[in-house]
């Protein structure tokens, strides 16, 4: 499926007022990729795509980092279990999400370390009222490309959202169980049942069930379009807000139906559906990363983000041999029972990556395979769990991004190098240009 | 009162400071202690033309200033409590200054807001949450729809899930609401009903007795002497489907072999307690003649005559029953005229068909109309009362004609009128005005205090005590505009209705956040103890014994300390309660998972501080955390939370010693120490070691890796405890910091919003009417109900209400 400007530009167009943002003036002609490699095995003809998965509490980092740099790194324990995929991955040392730091709003580095891990912002301390944050990249792409594809964008997640009370010093619960921000004030949940997420991505029914369940939900959405615009007049402005957010919900769901009467029909995998959430820890994830690799290879959609678990759970892992809770083990104090828990904890992490990333490079595709034509980011916006620093952050960035990256290195960044700049890199690897994301100060070089 | 300080939510209106410079002669005087300190440390480089951060502190020096900056000082607070000011180079106050500082600011604002102009503020209009919202459908549809799995979970702000800011709509969330929508408008109505069901019961089977005969046909002959033979047959009424409420079909297939050529004639009957009255004597002894025991109570149906003659060509006779519920349902021979002889029937099967109304309850709800009216203004009666029902409201003639409208748009499309209205349920459903609880206001700017609109406040009832949508009365009473005038006795009538449940589950739960109970996972080898059953009883227990105290209009003190509590087998054991005598009302026995009343013999158990949900939801899975239990007491009963910990400080030291309980303490006394960590602490952790008598699951012990456990300590202000038992003590003496917190919660809760500073006079007003009705649940309800926040409102004049 070819990138066309063309339709990408009348597409934004038609998504009126939502969409209104102003580095889509900047979006110029596709891509001359100043450091794209002449034998690039990247063709126009296979996508790119990107997903982020985020791990919470923070890394053992002397566990993490590799003492060599370049080609022909050193794995150290953390990384051990992506030796596999190891010439596919950069591991990524120095960058730093700055907005998770206090900046006067005192405690509460979990819930910002989340917040702030995709959208480079600093999230406004509430325990409700006015919830503020920036928006993330993975929907700065998903609105910048939603035309060419059914869904946008795939939010998963293998935690439930919190059930009880602010969750960390002040911080309403969103915060730290929320990835994908779709504005400043609209965070998007994600999906924990792997059922549900299937059933979004590849619809129940056969295709002329579809069709007809989506022709009567648009006279439905129609009728209560046209039905509710005067309540507008009627309303104060925190009301018609929320009356807004119900009108663009609708506005996608017409948009999402206009595409898939447009783009040719998908066929349902051969896999059988999810029939709800796993009670083991690791099935789910694993499930969770199957629908990834499902919703590329179908082409469904080109942007995920993957929440393993919720920034600050404190998740027993006890099928690990880990029976205290993760955040309490990640305030380890130096001691060494604790640190070995939590590495045990990181490990456990690094496997599920690994599954994704040889999942994803067992799927040939055109010259290659699904992982080459993929960016996948990993990592967590705190660095050691016991200091909360958010410099110095455990990332990595596997595949090859359709010849745009050049993995199998480890790279060191400026101490101080924003997180952000990194998004901004793999943005423009989906042809997206933008002049700035949160706190970003340009692109990372180095990466392909 | 920490907890409402620098909440200021509701928007820039102007509003007044009420307190003239007199009224001030009671209360807290700044201009003596707070004036200097400011003078002392701040002002030098806070003042002139360029004040440092362009922050000017001068001229602070009364109260009502203190009042008037308030967004300034709580800037000044913050900064002093970090630590950040004054900057390290500069004099620095000491701790018990900073403290006395703060407290007398507090103070300040404390006095003022209690004293403040009443201010109802405005709630952000709802979306129903996936409580509410299957409830809401349920008493709109009368279907159950569990969108638990569907539905992403509610976002929650200030301790609740039904908060307006907070609830957000999702695309994924809509398309969950349309998929919902189609689910459930095809389960209350059907287009094509199914067919009834028919059930027969062959002759071999009818009673009397039973037949030798191979011949699928069964004789009767009441020439016979036989009763085997002569019948009357019946079957069995339950295998039938009789049933009081709805009708059916009863019928015999059969034919009949005579000599006589007379007609033979046959009744169908019923008998058996569902008769209410019977056919008279004198009918029964005319068709089956003289005195017929074995018709006594009968009641006839219908006679036939039987005109087949042979097994090939068998006749079927058949009456209708509306609403009985027979015993049994039968055939009998009418007696021939007097000197004829007895036919011999023979009769292959009774069978029933029915109920002849297949579609659902909710169908005929939904659809029924006033018979004798033109169709159209059924379909508008019908959807009307759809429209009232569904967005809570009298609705307008144009809503209801774009309806109307839309409905025959489906017809003309190809629809059957029943698959019209399913879509029509099915935009209520998708409708804003049914997923939002939407307050339409004319003067939505107008900053003057006003009441609601009587059905929004029917609404907010109904939301607030049953998570549901108003019932007819209370959108009738809003109708007539009665509802305000009526608030104690419907608050009376809702509160006894089972519905009332919901509150207990919503609010108590969510209040003492014992949901999270459900996701907990204690390490089972530590405490083997812990699993499903017992989960789920420490989670009822809670609700049974909170649902108490709402039923017999208990004092809510008792929830701090009482004599009573709800146990079942795995509990009582887990407690230690299994065999205790004496003043029980009679001995206690436990029969598995069933819950019982029982009446605690110590104060080692009773109310919320010593139930084992508590106590499991605030440890960590392998130990107790005493912090986790003295912030959660600190915060979910007494309303006053510590502040958070301040960035970049490890929680606790720890040198590669088993954590024991004996340790823990050591090492929390340590911490205390540490002049950063002790000011919070000090408040914190006495309250969770007066609980270190029970373990990370609230099982009770008195030794904790073989030391014994010590319960004892001091509060910061000096007041010694020795256990569990004196803190209940200290907490129900301080009762007026727990009735506050629980009415801010439960003010919360109703009203959808957090609560600000504006909010205190309220909160004031509740919890003196508290004091005066006894501590009563149902006083703290209805005052809530009549409060400001409640039953009144107010415009915003600013466009962007998120910064204040």
């Known amino acids: 499926m070819a990138n066309t400007t063309i339709s990408r530009r009348k597409m934004l167009k038609g998504l009126g007022v939502t969409m209104s943002l102003p580095w889509l003036e900047a979006m110029g002609p596709l891509n001359a990729w100043a450091d794209q490699p002449t034998d690039s095995p990247a063709t126009k003809a296979v996508p790119n795509r990107m997903a982020f998965l985020y791990v919470p509490n923070g890394k053992n980092m002397v566990d993490w980092t590799p003492q060599k740099e370049g080609v022909g790194y050193d794995l150290p324990a953390i990384l051990k279990p992506l030796s596999k995929v190891q010439s596919k991955l950069q591991v990524l040392t120095g960058l730093t999400a700055d907005k998770a730091r206090a900046h006067g709003s005192g405690g509460g580095d979990h819930a910002r370390a989340l917040a702030a891990f995709l959208t480079g912002a600093h999230p406004k301390k509430t325990d409700g009222t006015d919830i503020r944050n920036g928006i993330s990249v993975d929907q700065v792409a998903a609105q910048a490309m939603g035309g060419q594809v059914r869904l946008p964008s795939l939010e998963l997640g293998a935690e439930a959202g919190a059930m009880a009370g602010n969750c960390d010093s002040g911080y309403s619960c969103v915060y730290s169980s929320t990835m994908s921000w779709r504005s400043a004030t609209q965070p998007l949940p994600k999906e924990v049942n792997p059922k549900l997420a299937f059933e979004r991505l590849f619809g129940s029914g056969n295709r002329g069930d579809r069709a007809r369940r989506d022709a009567a939900r648009r006279s439905i959405l129609d009728f209560v379009r046209e039905d509710s615009k005067d309540l507008n007049r009627r309303l104060s402005a925190n009301d018609v807000r929320k009356l807004d957010e119900y009108f663009t919900a609708i506005r996608d769901i017409e948009l999402r139906i206009e595409r898939a009467a447009k783009l040719p029909p998908i066929e349902a995998p051969d896999y059988p559906a999810p029939k709800g959430v796993p009670g083991n820890y690791e099935e789910h994830i694993r499930l969770m990363c199957d629908l990834i690799v499902l919703a590329f290879q179908a082409d469904v959609t080109r942007v995920s983000t993957f929440v393993l678990a919720n920034e600050g759970s404190n998740k027993p892992y006890p099928f690990i041999k880990v029976s205290e809770g993760h955040h309490d083990l990640s305030h380890h104090g130096g001691k060494a029972e604790k640190k070995e828990k939590i590495r045990s904890i990181n490990i456990f992490h690094s496997r599920q990556l690994a599954y994704l990333l040889e999942k994803l490079d067992s799927v040939r595709e055109a010259e290659g395979t699904l992982l080459d034509h993929s960016m996948i980011a990993y990592g967590s916006a705190n660095s050691d769990g016991n200091a909360h620093n958010h410099d110095n952050l455990p990332i990595l960035l596997a595949g090859g991004g359709c010849g745009t990256l050049k993995p199998g290195r480890h790279v060191r960044y400026a101490d101080e190098t924003p997180l952000a700049n990194l998004w901004i890199s793999m943005l423009n690897r989906m042809d997206i240009k933008i002049a700035q994301l949160g706190d970003s100060t340009g692109g990372l070089k180095h990466l392909g | 009162m920490n907890r409402l300080d620098g909440w200021g939510m509701m928007g820039t209106l102007a509003f007044g400071f009420a307190l003239g410079q007199s009224a001030w002669a009671a209360g807290p005087d700044f201009s003596r202690g707070g004036a200097a300190f400011l003078k002392k440390h701040c002002v030098e480089c806070h003042s002139g033309e360029n004040p440092k951060a362009e922050l000017s502190l001068e001229g602070f020096t009364d109260s009502a200033s203190v009042v008037k900056g308030r967004k300034t000082f709580e800037k000044v607070l913050r900064m002093l409590a970090l630590g950040e000011m004054p900057p390290k180079k500069k004099p620095r106050p000491t701790v018990g200054e900073v403290g006395a500082f703060t407290e007398q600011v507090k103070a300040v604002w404390d006095f003022a807001d209690r004293h403040a102009k009443p201010d109802p503020g405005r709630v952000t209009m709802r979306r129903l949450n996936r409580v509410e919202y299957r409830n809401t459908v349920r008493d709109l549809l009368g279907v159950d729809f569990d969108p638990t799995e569907s539905f992403p979970s509610d976002d929650i702000g200030h301790g609740f899930d039904n908060i307006g800011e907070v609830l957000t709509l999702s695309p994924v969330l809509m398309e969950r609401y349309l998929d919902a929508a189609e689910t459930i408008s095809k389960r209350v109505i059907v287009v094509t009903p199914p067919k009834p069901a028919v059930r027969y019961l062959a002759g071999i089977y009818l009673q009397p007795g039973g037949s030798t ?409 392998t130990r107790t955390s005493p912090v986790k239990r003295g912030r959660w007491v600190l915060e979910q009963i007494l309303g006053s939370p510590p502040p958070p910990p301040p960035p970049d400080v490890p929680e606790l030291e720890e040198n590669g010693e088993t954590v024991t309980a004996d340790t823990l303490r050591r090492r929390m006394e340590i911490h205390r120490k540490n002049p950063s960590c002790a000011n919070c602490h000090a408040k914190m952790d006495p309250i969770g070691f007066a609980l270190e008598n029970y373990d990370a699951i609230g099982g009770y012990r008195t030794q904790d890796a073989g030391q014994d456990i010590d319960a004892s300590g001091e509060f910061a202000d000096g007041t010694k405890f020795a256990g569990p038992e004196d803190l209940k003590t200290i907490i129900s003496q301080r009762k007026g910091l727990f009735v506050r917190c629980l009415s801010e919660k439960m003010l919360t809760f109703a009203i959808g919003r957090g609560l600000s500073y504006r909010d205190r006079p309220a909160v004031e007003g509740i919890a003196k009417a508290l004091e005066a009705g006894d501590y009563k649940f149902s006083v703290l309800v209805k005052q809530i109900v009549k409060s400001e926040p409640f039953g009144r409102r107010r415009g915003i004049q600013t466009k962007n209400t998120n910064e204040d």
């Open chain 2, 213 to 621: 005969t191979k011949d699928p046909f069964r004789r009767m002959d009441q020439a016979s002497e036989d009763a085997k033979v002569a019948g009357p047959f019946t079957g069995p009424g339950g295998y039938f489907k009789l049933t009081d409420d709805a009708e059916l079909f009863f019928r015999a297939t059969l034919y009949a072999e005579t000599t006589s050529q007379e007609p033979v004639r046959v009744a169908l009957y019923l008998q058996g307690g569902g008769v209410s009255k019977g056919s008279s004597a004198a009918e029964l002894a005319k068709v089956f003649g003289g005195d017929s025991p074995r018709m006594k109570g009968a009641k006839i149906l219908k006679t036939f005559e039987i005109s087949a003659r042979e097994a090939k060509a068998p006749q079927i006779i058949e009456v209708k029953i509306s609403r009985v519920a027979a015993a049994n349902a039968g055939i009998a021979l009418v007696k021939p005229p007097s000197g004829k002889p007895h036919a011999v029937l023979r009769i292959r099967h009774l069978s029933t068909e029915g109920p002849l109304e297949t579609r659902p309850q909710s169908h005929r709800m939904l659809l029924g109309a006033q018979t004798g009216t033109p169709p159209a203004a059924q379909q508008r009666e019908i959807i009307t009362r759809l429209l009232r029902r569904g967005y809570r409201r009298t609705p307008t003639p144009a809503e209801i004609d774009r309806v109307v409208a839309f409905a025959a748009a489906q017809m003309q499309a190809g629809l059957k009128w029943e698959a019209a209205m399913q879509k029509v349920v099915q935009v209520v459903l998708c409708s804003p005005k049914f997923l939002f609880r939407v307050e339409l206001d004319d003067r939505p700017t107008a900053p003057e205090p006003r009441a609601i609109d009587p059905f929004h406040l029917a609404s907010r009832l109904s939301y607030f005590l049953w998570s549901s949508m108003p019932d007819d009365t209370l959108l009738d009473l809003a109708a007539q505009g009665q509802l305000t005038a009526r608030l104690d006795a419907q608050v009376d009538r809702m509160l006894a209705d089972a519905r009332a449940g919901e509150l207990i589950r919503n609010f108590m739960q969510q209040w003492l956040q014992i949901q999270r109970l459900r996701t907990v996972a204690p390490d089972t080898k530590r405490f083997p103890a812990f699993n499903e059953p017992l989960r789920q009883a420490m989670l009822r227990e809670t609700e049974l014994f909170c649902e108490t105290i709402m039923k017999e209009d208990r004092s809510l003190l008792e929830l701090i300390d009482a004599d009573f509590t709800f146990l079942n087998a795995p509990l009582a054991k887990h407690y230690g309660i299994s065999k205790t005598g004496g003043e029980q009302p009679r001995p206690l026995k436990f029969k598995g998972a069933e819950f019982q009343r029982v009446l605690l013999t110590d104060r080692k158990r009773g109310g919320l501080l010593t139930q084992a949900s508590v106590l499991t939801v605030t440890s960590n899975p």
